[in-house]
């Protein structure tokens, strides 16, 4: 519902694939049962054994994710099939900066910490882009040297209120680590002193991180521990990985791997047999096991946790937080001096302040190319260059299944009922109840085969807010998406008047919609007319409420399945569970006009793969009958409450 | 659906542009139209706001348009085929302290562009197939990529760069996600233009 009236979407056939692993469904259905705990005898888990003779509903929870735009959609040329964005995978193409559309290698992607690495920041109060801008104010003539600061353009911050200028307008990310380290008056321990950029908390430290047992060397030189300062905070996450990881591998009965993953001496069979062993000889726990056979086993080392700062120790000095506390409460921090905590999830966890705040190097982006999950075929690849538009692949569900547009078919004052002022469109914002509404539907084919479309809708909306629908025309041709000229030359006779009737504004004159005849066709679309009649809202007062019934009564003439079907459903409407009286209030959004159209395609498609064979064979062997058949649901409106007859 | 206008209410040039009586444009003939463009009634098109060529005489407020032109027009703003600028936007070319001196630069807008009611343009670039939003507010020498996306409402920052298929939203501005791969096909989402650009004035 975040497009505007009238809008068509797709349903994604993934959806309601029946799931083969019958684990998996009985799962499925245990969650719908917690849906809606206090609503044990909502019918909806039966609804999951009917599955293709059940009418899609909009409303449902579970059509959240299937349904989508017609042009978010992909095809897949070998499953026959839509696939979704839930149906694909997606490999990275490249890796660009969003801000300066410069390409990061991959090799360097994760030594950059994901993040640009030339000048591109984001505001930390603001996170829009910054700016670089000199500080001297040089009129024209004079040379642009001096200090060079980032600036928001947004809220104006400049890295000047953090006390941070650069020499020069280049590699400015380089400048700010170099700055951050050394402003913070933070001499980091030798050891570390070589990682690239400091900034990058997200990096991957492995290649740079020294054996462990250099570290078990600095331990051993108490001189040069005792002139490291305090580290940053990633040095200090980077001195501690080292660390654990040399215990790990110092403690572990193998120590065959000790770069490896810090998880990894403890997940492998190893560790696990070290933990066993544990038990086994201890004492009590032995002997009641006959363990007194067994030979003592040397004690396992016990791993120390980090003693010096060098390890990445760290220990507060004892007014840090009273200091903190007393900033904090001070006239010149306030309110404004703090940081939001949305600013600070992405600093170092020691910002608390404005001040400490540091520009944050633009984030990357990726460009990616989709595959089908089932066939791994292709699906889109863009070109590899960040600033092209450009696709080598693109298999888009719009050139395979015809696209869906709805308009309102304007009331012409002539054919229609005699009324004082001309007509005009329905606000579809405000649909008045029980008055019928017609709509143009076209469907735009742009394969280059002719197809043939059978249309299908319930005749009563699926919800409590029941609306009729009728499709006048539900099956017609659509002519194939063939050469623009045909158009052109064909319809050169009234080219405006197919338009206009297109478009609903025009040509309504003389035109009234008939049931079984298509209301407009051109060369590779077809406009069919929509009836509905927008149900009743519920809740509304007695007297409508009244109506609503006489509504239903209506239905029950007209059809018993439909009834029931719309019964079925206002029991099982409360899954949200938010109202008390679910029969007086409205749910969100359900005053929402959408209908489900079942929408079936059939074509004649050139064999491809046994071309050889059917040569000879005639014409029909030549082809191949395809045939594709999703849901559709086509927003129509939203009804309103009062009746506008 | 645009309401029914007044009978005459858009002038068609000799490309196919479609301009409302009730748009105020400044500075015609700093401003290119690239045909089959549609300008709706009240929409601010700032043309006088162009680049003056000697830089030294330019004074730092609005324009500077005392000065007499050169005798290259200079173009302030550029619009492609089958834009559309809608009702009370304005587009105003983006402007930069310079080594001092305030100058404007000129406003390029390419092909099946949308912008949106009430929206303030003053980006550098928009690409072709962009969308802006109602009421957003593109900053001063923005750049919008192809297929670019910005929501209602938005608040591109200045100097802010959007990259192709990206979709923008919020105040300021972020990359919110991306359009679809078949945004931007004919008659679909994106690729409603010549759509648009028939329905004027009928």
Redo the contacts between chains.
């Keep these: 519902m975040s497009r505007p009236f009238p809008y068509a979407y797709i349903s994604c056939p993934c959806a309601d694939t029946p799931v083969p692993d019958p684990a998996r469904k009985r799962r499925s259905r245990e969650t719908s049962h917690k849906s809606n705990p206090e609503d044990p005898n909502a019918p909806v888990p039966q609804d999951y054994d009917f599955e293709d003779e059940r009418t899609f509903d909009p409303r449902s929870p579970r059509s959240n994710f299937s349904l ?7 095809y897949c040329e070998d499953c026959h099939q839509i696939k979704c964005p839930r149906c694909i995978t997606e490999e990275i193409v490249c890796w ?1 900066c ?4 410069f390409e990061t290698p991959s090799s360097m992607v994760r030594s950059e910490g994901n993040r640009c690495a030339r000048n591109c920041f984001n ?1 930390p109060i ?4 910054l ?1 670089v801008t000199t500080l001297e ?6 040379s ?1 040297q001096g200090p060079w600061v980032l600036s ?4 104006m911050w400049t890295t000047l209120d953090i006390g941070v200028k650069f020499d020069k307008p280049t590699n400015i990310r380089t400048q700010l680590s170099k700055m951050t380290d050394s402003s913070r008056g933070r001499q980091m321990s030798k050891t570390f002193s070589d990682l690239k950029s400091p900034l990058s908390t997200y990096s991957s430290i492995d290649d740079q991180f020294p054996l462990p047992s250099e570290i078990r060397g600095d331990e051993t030189n108490p001189a040069t521990e005792q002139s490291s300062g305090p580290l940053n905070p990633e040095a200090r996450f980077q001195a501690l990985k080292g660390f654990y990881k040399g215990q790990i591998a110092s403690t572990s009965s193998s120590p065959n791997d000790p770069l490896a993953d810090f998880g990894a001496g403890f997940s492998s069979p190893g560790a696990l047999n070290r933990i066993m062993s544990l038990y086994t000889s201890s004492s009590r726990l032995g002997n009641l096991y006959g363990g007194t056979n067994k030979k003592p086993k040397s004690k396992p080392p016990v791993m120390r946790e980090a003693l010096t700062t060098s390890e990445g120790l760290r220990v507060p000095a004892p007014d840090t937080e009273n200091a903190l506390i007393r900033r904090m409460a001070s006239d010149d921090c306030g309110w404004d001096g703090m940081a939001s905590i949305e600013q600070r999830t992405f600093q170092s966890p020691d910002a608390r302040f404005v001040e400490d705040l540091l520009p944050l190097p633009v984030l990357l ?1 990726t460009k990616r190319s ?1 595959r089908c999950k089932s066939c791994k075929h292709i699906l ?1 690849k863009p070109e590899f260059k ?2 092209s ?1 450009r ?1 080598r692949i ?1 298999l ?3 050139s395979y299944i015809p ?1 869906p ?1 709805l ?1 309102p078919l304007v009331p012409s004052p002539f054919a229609g009922l005699p009324s004082v002022t001309p007509a005009a ?1 329905p606000n579809l914002d405000a649909l008045s109840p029980l008055k019928t509404v017609q709509l143009l539907l076209t469907l ?1 084919n ?1 394969m280059f085969d002719p197809v043939r479309v059978t249309l299908a809708t319930p005749s009563v909306t699926p919800g409590r807010v029941a609306s009729k629908v009728t499709i006048l025309c539900p099956q017609f041709d659509i002519g194939a998406n063939s050469d623009v000229w045909d158009e052109a030359l064909q319809g050169s006779s009234a080219p405006g008047d197919a ?2 009737s297109r ?1 609903g ?2 040509g309504s004159t003389e035109k009234v919609a008939e049931a079984g005849k298509v209301w407009d066709k051109g060369r590779n679309w077809t406009t069919v007319v929509l009836e509905v009649v927008p149900g009743t809202l519920p809740g509304g007062g007695a007297t409508r409420r009244n109506r609503m019934k006489q509504h239903d009564d209506d239905n029950d003439d007209d059809n018993d399945d439909s009834d029931a079907d719309s019964d079925a459903n206002v029991n099982a409407l409360d899954w949200s569970g938010q109202t008390k009286d679910p029969n007086q209030q409205l749910q969100p959004d359900e005053d929402v006009l959408e209908i489900p159209v079942f929408v079936r395609m059939e074509w004649d498609s050139e064999n491809q793969i046994d071309q050889e064979q059917s040569v000879g064979k005639g014409q029909n062997s030549d082809t191949v009958k395809r045939e594709l058949a999703y849901w559709m649901v086509l927003g129509v409106g939203r009804i309103s409450s009062e009746m506008g007859f | 659906m645009p309401p029914k206008a007044a009978k005459g209410e858009y002038i068609e040039t000799d490309t196919g542009n479609k301009i409302s009586r009730r748009s105020q444009i400044h500075g015609t003939q700093h401003i290119i139209l690239g045909g089959k463009t549609v300008i709706q009634g009240e929409a601010v098109i700032r043309g006088d706001l162009y680049r003056t060529s000697t830089s030294s005489s330019a004074s730092g407020d609005q324009g500077g348009q005392q000065q007499p032109a050169t005798s290259t027009p200079s173009v302030a703003i550029t619009i492609g085929r089958y834009s559309y600028i809608s009702k009370q936007a304005i587009l105003r070319p983006p402007s930069r302290l310079h080594r001092g001196v305030h100058s404007f630069y000129p406003l390029k807008i390419g092909d099946h562009v949308f912008v949106g009611e009430r929206a303030v343009v003053e980006a550098a670039s928009v690409g072709n197939h962009v969308h802006v939003g109602r009421d957003a507010v593109i900053g001063s020498m923005a750049i919008l990529k192809d297929f670019a996306y910005v929501l209602d409402g938005a608040v591109v920052a200045p100097g802010m760069v959007v990259p192709s298929w990206c979709v923008v939203g919020g105040a300021p501005a972020r990359i919110v996600g991306e359009v679809g791969e078949g945004y931007g096909v004919e008659g679909a989402e994106g690729g409603m233009a010549r759509e648009r650009y028939r329905l004027v004035g009928r």
């Design positions: 989508y735009p017609p042009e978010q959609l992909l660009y969003p801000n300066c559309l505001c603001c996170t829009a882009p700016a104010n040089v009129t024209a003539g004079g642009q928001c353009g947004y809220c982006r989709k889109v960040p600033q538009t696709f693109r888009i569900a719009l696209l547009t308009k469109a735009k742009h338009r206009a478009s504004t025009l």
